[in-house]
């Protein structure tokens, strides 16, 4: 039977009712996540999952369609927000900007990125550049939002009209506002990186597994998010779904930890294990070594101030460091924990291309901690030397 215009205006070709509309909103939308968690970011960006080129311009085109996100300047922005994370040169950073900035105004922070053409000529090669890129893709990206206008109408009517707007909000609300943003702000920490990125939540589905951002920003280049036995990645259950079908290569996973026993001192093995794990190490010399210390003695510390022996008092103001500094110096056995926590520190960030004098630094400090005479030190150093990676099966 025919649709009346005024059933076509609100209900269009399909009249589906409202449940319908739920359905289809949820799977365009996580759609849409896919699309920018998989292919933009865990793909293009960093290279570690390689697609059938079937999914790949699939991912393309929806992100074409959804967003109008051109996916050199995607995969720019966001190398550039590892390179100069938490800097002022970072893009959308919580810490130079503003909690409040990145959260609300994340679209904006992403226009002004995208309007720094150095940039993304330095931080955007490898991206897709054939004939479809080059003259629909790029130079009519918001053609695509444009369409979709036209077939949600058609499809729903005005009531169409409503998903869409919802959908063209869905992107810079949960990937700009709040994994870029509250991704740098609340959460838990599996590891101690060198900026502040957290783990929203270990149940990873709705932004397609973006929620493990800690875990992301350790290994940056794995395809696998969940890095701990009760997380759980939504995105990488797709992976693994693409991969049995063969429609997806994982080329990189986060390496997983093991400890040789009766090392007497830090071999080559070790070197590449810290140098691979570093974050990691860093975690378990603050949850092994400086936290035991510090609960075991009568000593009473700020929660804030406490983080800061995590990091090195890294993300303190002026005034919070000199009260940590302040504590640390009617405390020597804590003192001596910063310290040899921040030589340890110096020693995995060098990058020094002569391993042995690497090595070798790797060798003092184990001494040298050891005669401390700090147990909790002693059996972090003798742990430490046994480290080797057991490379994580895909």
Same mark, same amino acid.
């Given at each position: 039977?025919?649709?009346?215009?005024?059933?076509?205006?609100?209900?269009?070709?399909?009249?589906? %009712?409202?449940?319908?509309?739920?359905?289809?909103?949820?799977?365009?939308?996580?759609?849409?996540?896919?699309?920018?968690? *998989?292919?933009?970011?865990?793909?293009?960006?960093?290279?570690?999952?390689?697609?059938?080129?079937?999914?790949? &311009?699939?991912?393309?085109?929806?992100?074409?369609?959804?967003?109008?996100?051109?996916?050199?300047?995607?995969?720019?922005?966001?190398?550039?927000?590892?390179?100069?994370?938490?800097?002022?040169?970072?893009?959308?950073?919580?810490?130079?900007?503003?909690?409040?900035?990145?959260?609300?105004?994340?679209?904006?922070?992403?226009?002004?990125?995208?309007?720094?053409?150095?940039?993304?000529?330095?931080?955007?090669?490898?991206?897709?550049?054939?004939?479809?890129?080059?003259?629909?893709?790029?130079?009519?990206?918001?053609?695509?939002?444009? !369409?979709? *206008?036209?077939?949600?109408?058609?499809?729903?009517?005005?009531?169409?009209?409503?998903?869409?707007?919802?959908?063209?909000?869905?992107?810079?609300?949960?990937?700009?506002?709040?994994?870029? %943003?509250?991704? &740098?702000?609340?959460?838990?920490?599996?590891?101690?990186?060198?900026?502040?990125?957290?783990? *929203?939540?270990?149940?990873?589905?709705?932004?397609?597994?973006?929620?493990?951002?800690?875990?992301?920003?350790?290994?940056?280049?794995?395809?696998?998010?969940?890095?701990?036995?009760?997380?759980?990645?939504?995105?990488?259950?797709?992976?693994?779904?693409?991969?049995?079908?063969?429609?997806?290569?994982?080329?990189?996973?986060?390496?997983?930890?093991?400890?040789?026993?009766?090392?007497?001192?830090?071999?080559?093995?070790?070197?590449?294990?810290?140098?691979?794990?570093?974050?990691?190490?860093?975690?378990?010399?603050?949850?092994?070594?400086? *936290?035991?210390?510090?609960?075991?003695?009568?000593?009473?510390?700020?929660?804030?101030?406490?983080?800061?022996?995590?990091?090195?008092?890294?993300?303190?103001?002026?005034?919070?460091?000199?009260?940590?500094?302040?504590?640390?110096?009617?405390?020597?056995?804590?003192?001596?924990?910063?310290?040899?926590?921040?030589?340890?520190?110096?020693? !995995?960030?060098?990058?020094?291309?002569?391993?042995?004098?690497?090595?070798?630094?790797?060798?003092?400090?184990?001494?040298?901690?050891?005669?401390?005479?700090?147990?909790?030190?002693?059996?972090?150093?003798?742990?430490?030397?046994?480290?080797?990676?057991?490379?994580?099966?895909?």
């Amino acid at each position: 039977m025919p649709v009346s215009l005024f059933d076509f205006l609100a209900g269009g070709l399909l009249q589906a %009712g409202f449940g319908a509309l739920v359905v289809y909103l949820l799977v365009t939308t996580q759609l849409t996540i896919f699309a920018v968690t *998989l292919y933009l970011h865990r793909s293009m960006t960093h290279r570690g999952v390689d697609f059938h080129p079937v999914i790949n &311009h699939f991912f393309r085109f929806w992100t074409w369609l959804t967003t109008s996100m051109i996916t050199r300047e995607w995969v720019a922005i966001h190398r550039k927000h590892h390179a100069m994370c938490e800097t002022e040169d970072d893009p959308h950073s919580p810490v130079t900007r503003g909690i409040g900035k990145v959260f609300w105004q994340g679209v904006e922070l992403y226009r002004e990125a995208r309007s720094d053409r150095a940039s993304i000529e330095k931080y955007g090669k490898g991206c897709p550049d054939d004939w479809i890129e080059r003259h629909l893709y790029t130079p009519h990206a918001t053609l695509g939002p444009v !369409l979709l *206008l036209f077939i949600s109408f058609g499809l729903f009517g005005f009531a169409g009209v409503a998903v869409w707007a919802i959908q063209m909000l869905w992107i810079p609300f949960w990937a700009a506002g709040v994994v870029n %943003g509250l991704g &740098h702000w609340w959460g838990y920490r599996n590891f101690e990186t060198t900026d502040k990125a957290t783990n *929203l939540t270990p149940w990873a589905f709705w932004i397609g597994g973006e929620e493990l951002h800690n875990n992301h920003h350790a290994f940056p280049s794995s395809a696998k998010f969940a890095l701990r036995r009760f997380e759980f990645d939504i995105g990488w259950s797709v992976i693994r779904v693409l991969q049995a079908m063969r429609l997806a290569k994982v080329l990189r996973v986060a390496p997983t930890l093991d400890v040789r026993p009766n090392i007497a001192m830090p071999d080559r093995e070790t070197l590449k294990a810290l140098l691979a794990i570093r974050f990691q190490a860093m975690t378990d010399y603050y949850r092994k070594v400086t *936290l035991p210390t510090l609960r075991a003695s009568d000593d009473k510390l700020p929660r804030k101030l406490r983080k800061g022996l995590a990091d090195g008092g890294r993300w303190l103001d002026d005034a919070k460091r000199a009260r940590l500094q302040a504590w640390l110096a009617e405390r020597p056995h804590m003192a001596t924990l910063a310290e040899y926590r921040q030589r340890l520190q110096q020693v !995995l960030d060098d990058r020094s291309h002569d391993a042995q004098a690497t090595l070798q630094k790797l060798h003092d400090w184990c001494v040298e901690a050891e005669a401390t005479g700090n147990q909790a030190l002693q059996q972090f150093s003798a742990r430490m030397k046994g480290y080797t990676l057991v490379p994580a099966r895909a």
